[in-house]
């Protein structure tokens, strides 16, 4: 199957920084200078406080999986079928959608600690993650 | 009454977008009443054309309402997902007793199968991890709930094959063949932990239904069924909430909307469970009480839900059997179940019922309460 088909939503302006961070190699999460309250997705205003005082720090990229599907479909010809998507609860705080990537989908479970690992994909490079074994993850 | 009021400078603001000066304008409008981002707990917008929400669609009452050559007192579409048709008879029983309008014609309408669009696109930035349509969101809700509560699919099964068996008794049903717990175990995985048979039907059709004062209704020609109590709770904060795939916004309006209409959850002979997935009415059964959190697997056991079940859930089989109605055939259920034109299938001297519908990304709920 060819790697072509619809082209995927593009960044918006508000999480385009974001995605530059990642080609650097860096996870990103949004900061509140007001309340310190850490967020992602990116937005224009703080969701705790509305403070549009914001600022970007850089994530450990330690977390665990919260919950995880297994896409036996294919939906798009650039993302084969089977894949693991899976909200991953960052060591900080932000919990985002990504894949578990680097073991079979039959080996992924709810809690396991996993790693960010940048891979590119098309024009962008992607935050996924690995198991990371237990040294070092969230408590 | 207006407390606050609020705006941002107006002309050309780029980089700027729509997004940036929403926060703005909110900020100040809460600021300008004396009052916190906490405080708010209801959420109107209007979204100017720019932001592509009405790209290549006209709004629906103004396409709908010339084709039908309406030119009413009061207009209206609701963008909740399958929250939408319960939120929209909900909205005509506001307007009606407000006095702004008399008659509120509701629609919904969709055909899918014969004007197909693209389902597949997960939205903004989660689309590229691949995470595409309602089936993988509600496949990670039904994971979490396997891992927290030890909830089968089995359990998942059960709600498929009651839907079936409720379809069976109903005429106007789209699939009424029953189905076997083999059957569903065997079923294709789309996208795990939810097979085939866990997702709803895909439908072409549409409903209505009208809303009136009771001083007209009491004069027309069917039996009027009232509407005793209604309520919305909504999740926007998603992933950031830690309950997002745990809890639906159910658990916070479903205890309000009984307690407006005076009911308990003991108190329904008949629930219209909005049905997009297994997983959802499992989720609902928590949510609205008839059992407790994490108790909805072993509830569902032995046919508790299926005909002649002790609690009646979607009699006329549901979006997973009877035909995807967007939750308009949920509300019309309950009208025929407390009219007593429900037929093989009427529960025996229905007097309440309780209709939900649950939308978007996990995100919008809906609930009516309605009774003779």
Not at chain 2, 11 to 21: D, E, F, K, S, V
Not at chain 2, 172 to 195: C, D, F, G, I
Not at chain 2, 238 to 259: D, I, N, Q
Not at chain 2, 353 to 370: Q, Y
């Amino acid at each position: 199957m060819s790697a072509t088909g619809p082209a995927l939503p593009p960044p918006d302006a508000l999480t385009a920084p974001f995605w530059e961070e990642c080609r650097r190699g860096v996870l990103a999460i949004a900061a509140c200078a007001d309340c310190g309250h850490r967020f992602l997705p990116p937005g224009p205003c703080c969701p705790r406080c509305w403070s549009r005082r914001l600022a970007v720090q850089e994530a450990c990229g330690r977390g665990r999986v919260e919950t995880f599907a297994v896409y036996r479909r294919t939906y798009h010809p650039a993302l084969p079928a089977p894949y693991v998507v899976a909200l991953i609860a960052l060591d900080e705080g932000p919990r985002l959608i990504s894949n578990v990537v680097g073991c079979a989908a039959a080996e992924v479970a709810v809690g396991m600690p996993v790693a960010v690992r940048f891979e590119k994909a098309g024009d962008r490079v992607l935050p996924r993650f690995a198991p990371a074994g237990d040294q070092g993850g969230a408590s | 009454m207006i407390a606050g009021v609020g705006h941002t400078a107006f002309g050309r603001l780029a980089p700027r977008t729509a997004w940036h000066l929403e926060a703005e304008a909110a900020a100040a409008a809460v600021a300008d009443a004396g009052l916190r981002p906490a405080d708010v707990d209801g959420l109107l917008t209007d979204p100017g054309p720019a932001q592509g929400i009405l790209d290549g669609i006209t709004p629906h009452f103004l396409r709908l309402g010339a084709q039908l050559g309406l030119d009413p007192d009061y207009v209206g579409s609701e963008i909740l997902g399958g929250a939408g048709s319960v939120a929209v008879v909900g909205r005509a029983a506001l307007a009606v007793e407000a006095g702004l309008c008399d008659v509120c014609l509701c629609v919904y309408g969709d055909s899918p199968l014969a004007t197909p669009r693209s389902f597949e696109y997960g939205r903004g930035d989660e689309a590229v991890f691949g995470f595409f349509g309602a089936v993988g969101l509600h496949a990670l809700a039904a994971r979490r709930h396997m891992h927290r509560y030890g909830t089968r699919p089995e359990h998942l099964g059960e709600v498929a094959i009651a839907a079936r068996a409720h379809a069976a008794r109903t005429p106007h049903a789209e699939k009424r063949r029953p189905l076997t717990m083999a059957e569903y175990l065997a079923s294709e995985p789309v996208v795990e932990p939810l097979r085939k048979l866990d997702c709803c039907l895909v439908s072409d059709g549409a409903a209505a239904v009208v809303v009136t004062t009771e001083e007209r209704a009491r004069d027309l020609r069917a039996r009027p069924v009232r509407i005793l109590g209604q309520g919305q709770a909504h999740s926007l904060s998603t992933y950031a909430s830690p309950e997002h795939f745990e809890r639906l916004p159910a658990a916070r309006c479903g205890p309000k909307t009984l307690a407006r209409a005076g009911l308990g959850p003991g108190d329904l002979d008949v629930v219209l469970l909005y049905d997009c997935f297994t997983i959802v009415v499992l989720l609902q059964l928590e949510d609205y009480g008839f059992c407790a959190a994490g108790e909805s697997g072993p509830f569902v056991a032995g046919g508790r839900i299926a005909p002649g079940g002790s609690l009646c859930v979607n009699p006329s089989g549901g979006l997973l059997a009877e035909g995807y109605g967007g939750g308009m055939l949920h509300v019309i259920e309950a009208v025929r179940q407390l009219r007593g034109e429900a037929g093989e299938r009427q529960k025996a001297d229905a007097a309440t019922a309780l209709v939900s519908g649950h939308g978007l990304g996990m995100n919008t709920h809906a609930t009516l309460v309605l009774g003779r």
